[in-house]
C-alpha cells in the first residue's frame, strides 16, 4: 500500500501542497527520490536512512521509492526530510497510522535531530488555508510559524519525539508566546545610531528626506565629498513610522524565505535598510537566478535602498530598477516559473557631482574634462532620474557649521510629523489598499491632488522650463500632496507646488 504524507514547497513567497509518496518494491535494497527533486533533496536518502537507523527503527532492506507530487513542481531544500521519514516509518509499521490532515516539514540530522528550515511560515501559511489541522516541524521554527492562526503548530527536537506523540500522544512543544508578545516591538521607542540632531548644516536636504518619508518617496543627493550625504541617508530610518501588524509579517515571510531570519529572534521589527556595494550583480539587486530568490529591492521592501555611489553602479544594474520603481514589484520570469516579488522601497540615491566630486564647489575647483563628466553622469538615464521624486544639490559646510554645535531638530520630532502624515494618508486611502501618496495611479492623482489655478499657472511654466514629462508632472502632485500632509492641510496650494519644484531642479 502506497503511503501518502504531507509537505509543502515554496515558490516564491507562495507554499504549495505536496504529497510525499512511499512505497517499497521487490528489488535490490536502495532508494529512489523522483519527483524533480534538487540535489539537497537527491542527497537526502543517506540522512534517511542513518536518522532512522540512529533513531532506533529498521529502514527497509528492499527497494524503496519516494515521489514528491505533483511531479511536474520544481522542489528544493531540506524542508521534505521530515515527511519522507514520517512515510517510511508508517510503512514499516514504526507510526501505526498515517496521521490525517497533518503535515511535517523539517530537516533531518543523522542522529536523527531536527534543524530548523527556511520558508517556515509562508510554509504553515499556505497550510492553513489547504484545511491542514496540525503542522509539525522543528523546535527552533516555533515562534517563526506561531505568527499564522487556525492551525495547530507543534514543534519537535528530533524524531524519536514525532513518532511518539503520533503513537502514545505524548505532547511536543508549542510556542508560549501569544500575538500580542510578539508584536511588542512594535510599541517601543526605537533606538538609532544616526539622529538627525546630530548633523550639522543641510536644512535643504533634511526636508527633502522628511518629505520623502512621509510620503514614500525617493531622493538622490548629489554633492561634494564629506558634504553628507551617507550620514543623512542612514540618519533616514530614524524618520520612517514604525512598522504595522501585516508589514511586519510581510517582511518577516521575505526574511523567512531569503534564510535572513534571526533564530533568537525570528521577527522582522524594523523597516529594512539595505545597502549593497556598487559592486553588486542586476541579479542581485533584482533577485532572480538559477534557484530564483528575492534580490535586494525585494529584502528592501517597506523600508529603504541605499545606494551610494550611485554612479559608480553599472548602468545594466540600475536600469533593472525602472520597473520595480514604477510598479512596487518586480516578476521574475524563467523558462519553467514565473515568480513575482514584492519591492515596495524607498530608493535613496548618493552621488558626487563628477568624477573627482568637486564641480561646483566654492573651495575647491573640479579637475575633469567635459567628457569625463558626461560619460560620469550618463549611468544615470533620463528614464531612471525621471522616476527619482526628491533631486537635492547639497553643498559643503561652511566654516561656521563645521565649528558650530549641530541644533537641528531630532529624529524624533521630526518623526511624529512623518507619523502624523502617514495616519492622514492611511485614512485617505483606507479603500484604496495603498499606504502613501508615492502609490498614487494616474486615476487617484485626479481624484486626491487637485489644484487651484495660482498651481496650474505656475506648473505651467515650468513644463517648459524643466522640460518636465506626464511622469515628472505627477510626481510634482504626489510631493505636493505629501508636504501639504505635513502641514495638515486638506488643499494643495501653489506654496506647496513650488515647493515640490524646487526639488526637481538637479542639473544632470
Do not use: W
Request: charged letters at 25%.
Amino acid at each position: 500500500m502506497v503511503v501518502k504524507i504531507t509537505s509543502a514547497a515554496v515558490i516564491g513567497l507562495d507554499a504549495h501542497k505536496v504529497e510525499v509518496e512511499f512505497d517499497t518494491t521487490n528489488s535490490l535494497p536502495g532508494v529512489v527520490i523522483i519527483g524533480l527533486p534538487d540535489i539537497a533533496i537527491s542527497e537526502a536518502k543517506e540522512r534517511l536512512r542513518l536518522a532512522i537507523k540512529n533513531s532506533g527503527y529498521s529502514f527497509p532492506q528492499t527497494k524503496a521509492v519516494i515521489n514528491l507530487a505533483p511531479a511536474d513542481l520544481k522542489k528544493e531544500g531540506t524542508a521534505f526530510d521530515l515527511s519522507m521519514a514520517a512515510a517510511i516509518l508508517v510503512k514499516i509499521g514504526a507510526i501505526a497510522n498515517a496521521p490525517d490532515k497533518t503535515a511535517f516539514i523539517g530537516e533531518l540530522s543523522l542522529d536523527g535531530s531536527l534543524r530548523p528550515v527556511s520558508g517556515v511560515l509562508p510554509v504553515v501559511s499556505a497550510l492553513k488555508e489547504l484545511e491542514m489541522s496540525k503542522v509539525i516541524i522543528p523546535k527552533e521554527n516555533l515562534e517563526e510559524a506561531s505568527f499564522v492562526e487556525g492551525i495547530e503548530i507543534l514543534g519537535a527536537k528530533n524524531l524519536k519525539e514525532v513518532v511518539a506523540h503520533l503513537n502514545e500522544g505524548i505532547p511536543l512543544y508549542k510556542n508560549e508566546k501569544g500575538l500580542d508578545d510578539l508584536f511588542k516591538f512594535l510599541d517601543k521607542d526605537e533606538e538609532f545610531n544616526t539622529d538627525f540632531k546630530h548633523i550639522k548644516g543641510q536644512v535643504l536636504a533634511k526636508k527633502a528626506l522628511e518629505i520623502a518619508a512621509a510620503g514614500g518617496h525617493n531622493v538622490l543627493l548629489s554633492g561634494p565629498p564629506g558634504s553628507g550625504k551617507t550620514l543623512l541617508s542612514k540618519a533616514f530610518v530614524s524618520i520612517l513610522p514604525p512598522l504595522a501588524k501585516n508589514e511586519a509579517i510581510e517582511l518577516t515571510k521575505i526574511y523567512s524565505v531569503s534564510g535572513l531570519l534571526d533564530s533568537s529572534n525570528p521577527v522582522i521589527s524594523k523597516r529594512p535598510f539595505r545597502s549593497p556595494h556598487h559592486s553588486a550583480s542586476a541579479v542581485g539587486i533584482i533577485g532572480g537566478g538559477s534557484s530564483p530568490r528575492p534580490g535586494e529591492i525585494t529584502l528592501a521592501h517597506r523600508g529603504v535602498l541605499f545606494l551610494d555611489e550611485i554612479a559608480e553602479f553599472p548602468r545594466n544594474v540600475l536600469e533593472v530598477l525602472r520597473q520595480p520603481l514604477e510598479d512596487g514589484e518586480v516578476t521574475i520570469s524563467r523558462a519553467s516559473v514565473s515568480i513575482k516579488y514584492p519591492a515596495n522601497f524607498t530608493l535613496i540615491g548618493a552621488m558626487n557631482p563628477c568624477p573627482c566630486g568637486f564641480l561646483g564647489d566654492s573651495i575647491k575647483p573640479c579637475i575633469c574634462s567635459d567628457f569625463q563628466i558626461s560619460r560620469y553622469r550618463s549611468r544615470l538615464s533620463g528614464p531612471l532620474l525621471d522616476r527619482i521624486d526628491l533631486q537635492v544639490e547639497i553643498s559643503r559646510l561652511t566654516e561656521k557649521e563645521l565649528l558650530s554645535s549641530p541644533e537641528g531638530e531630532s529624529s524624533q520630532d521630526i518623526r511624529k510629523r512623518v507619523i502624523k502624515a502617514r495616519k492622514t494618508q492611511s485614512e485617505r486611502y483606507r479603500e484604496d489598499n495603498i499606504y502613501t501618496n508615492s502609490e498614487l495611479n494616474s486615476k487617484l492623482i485626479n481624484k486626491f491632488c487637485k489644484i487651484d489655478s495660482a498651481s496650474k499657472n505656475m506648473l505651467k511654466g515650468a513644463i517648459t522650463r524643466f522640460n518636465l514629462s506626464g511622469r515628472a508632472y505627477d510626481r510634482i502632485l504626489k510631493i505636493s500632496r505629501t508636504i501639504a500632509d505635513l502641514e495638515g492641510k486638506k488643499d494643495i496650494s501653489a506654496e506647496h507646488v513650488a515647493q515640490a519644484l524646487q526639488f526637481r531642479g538637479l542639473s544632470l
